[in-house]
């Protein structure tokens, strides 16, 4: 029997999988309004490309000679056809085509036509309505437009119209599309059984596509029909008007045995809560399903088995839900074997209720079981549960009124935290006493000038133009006025990433031969040794108090973010480029340069060749405005750090070309979080632990260099075909953060030591076991990831990264000590190294295609 705890899920509001068409509006795919691009159509042939080409097939628009006209006229047999590539799956609920007006000029129009799609992993389809029909009328001139309404609609990435005539003539069309995103993740589904027919009685799948896979006749259909047509019939399957409807699929106890058995096949690995079958029959007896990410292998960790217990008294038909919950499995590929009562059975829709990706997983365990009478035991548990919470947060309320206002902390968090960076760029901490309070994030400060300085710090100044106070290398707290006040204002932290930004070295955004689809899976063998003893974990520096969700408001505007932005950090400046540099220098004369294949703020990124060398790919690193001297130290620093660097893990400076662009190394798969979204079909968990192995080893040759890289994240971790990891872009203290990878002390003392590079580690093998669907803090705002660094830099409650359930616990336990607040409990990365290097033993990488 399961727990109430299980049941819960019933209660989850999840993303659902059933074809819900009141949530597609049909709206125009963007034919006419251009969001379709000109290259995405085509054709397979035009009478003249330049004037009726595939791209002047848009609808209601006068372009060139006025639509599309094929080079052969129409006739029965004829095989032409336009096309678009929607690079999307979509929902197409209508088509609109139209003549060819051309001002007047045109007589020429589809009187009718075939539709035919596809989407990923099917051949072509042709389309067949929920009549059989498969040919649809088209127009009765040039000038007006018809629309026809698809029912059932179409699942497709790629649509084709052939036209049609019964005689030979010529015809030209333009034409529209209208639907909606197809976000619900079912492309096809299988059955062991059609259904029946039974005299005038047909209640087989009749508007099931024939997708036939490889292997011929013995293979099953694999396809979409009545199960997920988007119409859940309300009428009973057994009476006359509902015969031949083709919304009822229904089977008989004598053909079937009483067991109907599926396949279903998603768009990409899901984790699902429950599944909702909407039947008319006595009852369901037994349910099973089983999980698979590669349709191949079927585990028995991922069973989910339903039995109703035998029930005397439910001998009629009626109209049932039945709701099964599937407890946070995961896979693309899901068998389900299902067993009714009665003589016949009948099925109008299924619902999955999923979401995408691979979040929030509790562990596959045994099997469980449930039935209808379990739902009385969620009620019992959902009231305790309730009053439990509200006990909870009643002893919360009082323990804070009655608990003491001040915290014990170290001595030097009871003074006020003040820090300068010298000409040098060490950094130095002013601690002050503690003779002022905190306000609404101000420190108010009895001394005026230390309140200014304070806030300023704080980044929360409201002096922007007023005079300033600087806080000059010394620990005594004295005071300077000649100079100006360094604060967070002084450097730059960027604004939250968004989920496609580009990185650092990043090749997806000018990728112009996009690879293939892989399907090989990349196998592992992870060891089961314990890690490397390293230094105890003090639970008191972690805090058990989060914010609660619907407190984080959304990512700030750029208005918003300018607060904290950038200004050039006290450094001296320096106008000189490359003239000291130990790397060579390389004529420009020297460089084919190609197209840019990926972008940071400040610079862009250009597949190159050297003319000594043909064929040898190399990149070349350019300042987008060389006039910006924060940029131009950025790089400079980068390359005198490089320069010194000779290591398998991180990535190697080849030269310099002129005043401000660096040649490196071409490593062809972009950063690890692009690389990661783009083959994470293909990435098992050993391959994740693998890339970050060669983080580590690349950190830890920086660490035994005395080298601190300051600027880690995914985006400056660069992918080889061998699934090796080039770290890039090492800039040390002195130039501007990753404020959402930053360590707490780097972003409020400007400390940066390799402890605080162990904390950016941290975040980003965080990022990267979750497949890098989120960033880190993904709904907070710069001004607020400050803020979240002073609580815990104060041992304060703060806001920390949650794992999901399918986390190790020895991966989440050294991820957490090397969040320490104290930076000298963090592990080194000679100890991280060991660690992740054992939980390799055995691991063979397999070559990404």
Not at 42 to 50: G, M
Not at 200 to 214: G, H, I, M, S, Y
Not at 537 to 566: G, I, V
Not at 803 to 813: H, I, N
Request: hydrophobic fraction near 35%; charged fraction near 20%; glycine fraction near 8%.
């Amino acid at each position: 029997m399961i727990g109430a705890s299980s049941l819960l899920l019933v209660f989850v509001a999840v993303a659902s999988d059933a074809l819900n068409l009141e949530r597609c509006l049909e709206e125009a795919l963007g034919f006419e309004s251009g969001r379709i691009r000109d290259s995405q159509l085509s054709a397979s042939s035009s009478f003249d490309l330049q004037s009726v080409g595939p791209q002047n097939s848009r609808i209601r628009t006068e372009l060139k000679s006025g639509a599309w006209c094929p080079k052969e006229q129409a006739s029965p047999s004829a095989s032409s056809y336009i096309q678009v590539d929607l690079e999307a799956t979509f929902i197409v609920r209508a088509v609109e085509t139209q003549g060819r007006y051309g001002n007047g000029t045109g007589m020429e129009y589809p009187t009718f036509y075939y539709i035919e799609y596809q989407r990923p992993g099917s051949p072509w389809i042709r389309y067949r309505n929920r009549t059989g029909h498969q040919l649809m009328t088209g127009n009765m001139d040039t000038t007006t437009a018809v629309l026809r309404h698809l029912d059932p609609p179409i699942i497709a990435s790629r649509v084709r119209l052939r036209p049609y005539t019964e005689q030979l003539r010529t015809v030209c069309l333009r034409w529209e599309l209208y639907g909606c995103k197809h976000e619900d993740g079912l492309l096809f589904y299988s059955a062991s059984h059609k259904g029946f027919r039974s005299g005038d009685e047909d209640l087989r799948d009749t508007v099931f596509e024939d997708v036939r896979p490889e292997g011929g006749e013995s293979r099953q259909l694999r396809g979409l029909g009545a199960l997920y047509d988007g119409f859940v019939s309300k009428e009973n399957p057994r009476s006359a008007a509902m015969i031949g409807n083709a919304s009822w699929i229904g089977w008989s106890h004598a053909e079937t045995d009483g067991q109907l058995d599926f396949t279903f096949e998603f768009d990409e690995i899901r984790n699902f809560s429950e599944v909702t079958l909407y039947c008319y029959g006595v009852t369901i007896t037994r349910v099973e399903m089983l999980f698979s990410p590669d349709g191949e292998t079927f585990s028995l960790n991922s069973q989910i088995l339903s039995v109703q217990r035998p029930n005397k008294t439910l001998v009629s038909w009626r109209h049932f839900p039945w709701v099964l919950p599937t407890h946070g499995r995961q896979g693309r590929f899901i068998k389900m074997s299902l067993s009714f009562s009665g003589d016949r059975f009948y099925m109008t829709e299924i619902d999955f209720s999923s979401v995408g990706g691979r979040e929030d997983a509790p562990p596959e365990g045994t099997v469980i079981y449930t039935s209808i009478g379990a739902y009385y035991i969620l009620l019992a548990g959902l009231v305790v549960l309730l009053i439990l919470i509200t006990a909870v947060l009643c002893l919360l309320v009082l323990l804070r009124k009655r608990g003491p206002d001040h915290k014990i902390m170290h001595p030097y968090q009871k003074g006020n935290l003040v820090t300068t960076l010298s000409g040098n760029g060490t950094t130095s901490t002013i601690v002050t006493a503690s003779n002022g309070h905190f306000k609404n994030n101000l420190y108010m400060s009895g001394d005026p000038m230390m309140s200014e300085s304070t806030q300023r710090i704080m980044g929360l100044s409201s002096k922007s133009s007023s005079g300033t106070l600087n806080l000059r290398g010394s620990r005594t707290g004295t005071f300077n006025k000649d100079s100006a006040t360094p604060s967070l204002l002084d450097f730059n932290f960027p604004p939250p990433p968004s989920s496609n930004s580009s990185g650092v070295y990043t090749f997806s955004t000018y990728d112009n031969n996009p690879r293939p689809e892989r399907r090989p899976r990349v196998k592992a063998s992870m060891s089961t040794l314990n890690s490397p003893i390293r230094r105890p974990y003090n639970p008191a520096l972690r805090s058990r108090e989060t914010l609660p969700r619907h407190l984080r408001p959304w990512p700030a505007t750029d208005s918003s973010r300018e607060e904290l932005h950038y200004a050039a950090s006290p450094i001296a400046a320096s106008n000189s480029g490359f003239e000291n540099s130990p790397k060579p220098q390389i004529s420009a004369d020297r460089l084919r340069l190609k197209h840019p294949v990926g972008e940071g703020k400040f610079t862009v990124v250009y597949l190159c060749e050297v003319t000594s060398t043909p064929g040898v790919p190399m990149a070349i690193k350019k300042l987008k405005e060389e006039d910006h001297e924060p940029a131009r130290r950025a790089l400079r620093s980068e390359v005198e750090i490089l320069a010194k660097l000779d290591h398998p893990n991180i990535v190697r400076c080849l030269g310099v070309i002129g005043e401000y662009s660096v040649l490196m190394e071409y490593v062809p798969l972009g950063d690890i979080r692009q690389f990661v979204r783009r083959e994470a079909h293909t990435l098992n968990y050993g391959s994740l632990v693998y890339m970050c192995t060669g983080i580590a080893s690349g950190l830890k040759y920086l660490e035994q260099m005395g080298i601190v890289h300051g600027h880690l994240s995914p985006q400056s971790c660069l992918v080889e075909t061998n699934l090796n990891i080039r770290v890039c872009a090492p800039r040390g203290a002195c130039h501007h953060a990753q404020l959402r990878y930053s360590a707490p002390e780097s972003i409020i003392l400007n400390s940066w030591t390799s402890k605080s590079d162990v904390w950016s580690f941290a975040v980003a093998v965080w990022e990267i076991l979750g497949y890098c669907r989120t960033v880190p803090h993904e709904g907070f705002s710069n001004a607020e990831l400050v803020d979240n660094a002073t609580a815990v830099v104060q041992q304060q409650a703060a806001e920390r990264l949650e794992f999901d359930a399918s986390t190790p616990k020895e991966m989440t336990d050294l991820l957490q000590e090397c969040w320490s607040a104290d930076p000298a409990s963090r592990p080194r990365f000679l100890e991280i190294h060991l660690f992740l290097s054992r939980k390799n033993l055995g691991f063979t990488p397999t070559r990404p295609s």
